[in-house]
T-cell receptor
Framework: EPEVTQTPSHQVTQMGQEVILRCVPI?????FYWYRQILGQKVEFLVS????????KSEIFDDQFSVERPDGSNFTLKIRSTKLEDSAMYFC???????????FGSGTRLTVV | KNQVEQSPQSLIILEGKNCTLQ??????????LRWYKQDTGRGPVSLTI?????NTKSNGRYTATLDADTKQSSLHITASQLSDSASYIC????????????FGKGTSLLVTP
């Protein structure tokens, strides 16, 4: 069964540092998403990405966040200057055309110290 | 405001027993409702997806129901197994939203021997 691969699985960074979370989507999927889940809380939508541009973003996705597909395959989430409250699990999800089934990656656990 | 409320918050049942989890939502305009299973530290895995016109859908021992008039859904688990221990999350998507998903907080299910 096709999988969405996320790297790294766990990243520890110092406050104020930049981090890049990576996602390899399922090959024929066209819609890409980032979600986050703070420990003990529900999963929250960050951003959706289609046709090489952001199609929707939440109020969480402020100027410190950015997304791109740098090489046409990987899908990345960059956090420019991390804050303690950015500590969370970050999930990438992808979806193909005509397919209601999101597929989530296993997540990257980001710890900001 | 789009909201998804789940009950109970947590549930403990004996192996082999059945259980039913509830979901109420205020998301509008409604596109579809999904139930996901999330193991600790892992990404959500889709169990069922239902559109407005569907009122029941099964996936093995999982059966989901949807009442679009009352905006309620349930997930019934039959003959529970120890591996069913996980968080079960009700997720509703909004039509014309770029397919962003609205997550409930989940019901934490523990199946004991």
């Amino acid at each position: 069964e096709p999988e969405v691969t996320q790297t790294p699985s766990h990243q520890v960074t110092q406050m104020g540092q930049e981090v890049i979370l990576r996602c390899v989507p399922i090959s024929n999927h066209l819609y890409f998403y980032w979600y986050r889940q703070i420990l003990g809380q529900k999963v929250e939508f960050l951003v959706s990405f289609y046709n090489n541009e952001i199609s929707e973003k939440s109020e969480i996705f402020d100027d410190q966040f950015s997304v791109e597909r740098p090489d046409g395959s990987n899908f990345t989430l960059k956090i420019r200057s991390t804050k303690l409250e950015d500590s969370a699990m970050y999930f990438c999800a992808t979806e193909g055309t005509g397919d209601y089934g999101y597929t989530f990656g296993s997540g990257t656990r980001l710890t900001v110290v | 405001k789009n909201q998804v409320e789940q009950s109970p918050q947590s549930l403990i049942i004996l192996e082999g027993k059945n259980c039913t989890l509830q979901c109420n939502y205020t998301v509008s305009p409604f596109s579809n409702l999904r139930w996901y299973k999330q193991d600790t530290g892992r990404g959500p895995v889709s169990l069922t997806i239902m559109t407005f016109s569907e009122n029941t859908k099964s996936n093995g021992r999982y059966t989901a129901t949807l009442d679009a008039d009352t905006k309620q859904s349930s997930l019934h688990i039959t003959a529970s197994q120890l591996s069913d221990s996980a968080s079960y999350i009700c997720v509703v998507s909004v039509r014309n939203s770029g397919y962003a998903l609205n997550f409930g907080k989940g019901t934490s299910l523990l199946v004991t021997p």
